[in-house]
């Protein structure tokens, strides 16, 4: 178990943090006109709703990162003078990076599906106490920003209100929108 931590922690951080800031705040911008106004969503309305998030999250994190790394190969390849470009992607290298994408996707949906439930189940659970559920992501959006921001380092204090103001600014476009 503490093996696949660290490989979670260090080899698909990324991943992770994508699919679990991408779950709390697409959720949160899809319901957050219906939370507003006191309405109580189902669960089968949220379990439709983390999935199509997770799944989303997953492709959006797949195709950005694949790119990245792929474009890190041909540079590779360039700084080698290798005069035919793409070779190092059909190698085992290219292989490993598919299989290393293709993970980090696994888990982005994992971690999508999760954040994205965090608004929604909050709803169910306590369905009149109206707002809670948004509080509920701000706070998750918060205290996410604090652990990014000790990874690697930068201001808490920024990390920290920049998520929430990013949560605060989709759910008030949630709430124009009323999407759901």
Known sequence: M?????FILGKQLFALLLGVVDGVLTALTLTS??????????YSLAFRIAAVTA?????????????QLRRELINAEKQLNIVS?????????GKTVFVEVSV????????????????LSTNILFP????LSIAVSLTTLG??????ARI?????????????????????VGAVLHIV
């Open 33 to 42: 006109g219906k939370i507003i106004e006191g309405g109580i969503l189902d």
């Open 85 to 93: 470009h793409g070779k190092f992607a059909t190698t085992s290298l």
């Open 143 to 148: 205290l996410l920003g604090l652990v990014i």
């Open 128 to 131: 009149n106490i109206t707002g």
């Open 104 to 119: 980090g996707m696994g888990i982005s949906c994992i971690f999508g599906f999760i954040g994205a439930l965090i608004p």
């Open 2 to 6: 503490k093996n696949f931590v660290n």
């Open 152 to 172: 690697i380092y930068a201001n808490v204090f920024r990390w920290t209100i920049g998520l929430i103001s990013v949560g605060i600014g989709l759910s008030v």
């Open 55 to 67: 799944v989303a999250s997953s492709f959006i994190y797949f195709i950005a990162e694949y790119v």
